[in-house]
């Protein structure tokens, strides 16, 4: 496979536990919607090629969204300008 991208966020370096404070709870909400929020706003919504990623065999690879089961998405390589074989 291939890394296109190795995390979704800074981690959390609160290691207390859950303290009932709601001002924390807060504080992750708005986190998680910032970081949606800019995910959001750099996704790609179309098969795009890669520039100067090939396979073994020398030809271009594209990346487009690739659902997933339960509703999630990520990214999908691919080796055709349809995205439609997964390499």
Do not use: I, R
């Amino acid at each position: 496979g291939y890394c296109l991208w190795d995390g979704d966020k800074e981690n959390d370096s609160n290691d207390s536990g859950d303290s009932g404070d709601s001002q924390d709870e807060d504080d992750e909400s708005s986190s998680n919607y910032n970081f949606m929020q800019n995910l959001q706003g750099n996704w790609l919504y179309a098969c795009t090629q890669l520039d100067d990623y090939y396979d073994e065999n020398g030809n271009a690879l594209y990346v487009d969204t690739k659902p997933q089961a339960d509703g999630e998405m990520t990214y999908g390589v691919y080796t055709d300008a349809y995205c439609l074989t997964e390499s």
